[in-house]
């Protein structure tokens, strides 16, 4: 079956513009999350969304936001970008159980805020 | 709050055995992921420990001790293309959320 993708694979913005990537999971997974990856830093989570619902969201501001669509793709957004949003924004997927064990991973968005 | 830390870097020869470390701290989680993300490429799942012990796959084995807050990801008969990030992370019972450490970046020298 198809794996996790992510569109688009490379972003060039300006500060101040927004961004809104998108991310569509293996077919039959109900939950998606996101990750900001900066060198060093690691995968530090956003938001996770089941069923169109967000079910958790990490420590960024309100800048960063996201939604889920009935068919289960799911798109984020970053309004007023900063220099600091420069990274590799990564989505997965899963079955969406409580205890999730395996996720799946999308290649991820490479965003260049210039 | 949830926190993982892992070594940054690890260097190893080609055909050694290598761990790779990582401790927390977490008031509560279901268990303890490893993933493996090569330059340029999406993490990738490796193991998964519910339970304290070992659990093979392969060349890699992965170890949880829930009462030392500790687990490591051992990898055996290193191979060049073993030259990757790998990546510890939890699951907290807390919330939908999983936390992932900074990553440790293995080099397999010949």
């Known amino acids: 079956k198809a794996g996790v993708t992510q569109t688009p694979r490379y972003l060039i913005k300006t500060r101040g513009q927004q961004v809104t990537l998108s991310c569509s999971p293996i077919?039959?997974?109900?939950?998606v999350s996101w990750y900001q990856q900066t060198p060093g830093q690691g995968l530090q989570f956003l938001f996770e969304?089941?069923?169109?619902?967000?079910?958790n969201k990490g420590n960024f501001p309100g800048r960063f936001s996201g939604r889920q669509f009935s068919n289960s793709r799911s798109e984020m957004n970053v309004s007023t970008l900063e220099l600091g949003d420069s990274a590799l924004y990564l989505c997965?997927?899963?079955?969406?159980?409580?205890?999730?064990?395996?996720?799946?991973f999308g290649q991820g968005t490479r965003l260049t805020v210039v | 709050g949830q926190s993982l830390e892992q070594p940054s870097e690890v260097t190893a020869v080609e055909g050694a055995i290598v761990q790779i470390n990582c401790t927390y701290q977490?008031?509560?989680?279901?268990?303890l992921s490893w993933y493996q993300q090569h330059d340029g490429g999406a993490p990738t799942f490796l193991s998964y420990n519910a339970l304290d012990g070992l659990e093979e796959t392969g060349r890699f084995s992965s170890f949880l001790s829930r009462s030392d807050s500790y687990g490591y990801l051992l990898l055996q008969e290193l191979q060049m293309k073993d030259s990757a990030s790998y990546f510890c992370a939890v699951r907290g019972t807390g919330g939908f959320k999983t936390i992932f450490g900074a990553g440790t970046r293995l080099f397999v020298k010949a």
């Open positions: 977490t008031s509560g989680f279901y268990g």
């Open positions: 077919s039959g997974h109900r939950s």
């Open positions: 997965a997927s899963s079955l969406g159980g409580l205890m999730n064990t395996e996720a799946f």
């Open positions: 969304y089941f069923s169109e619902t967000q079910r």
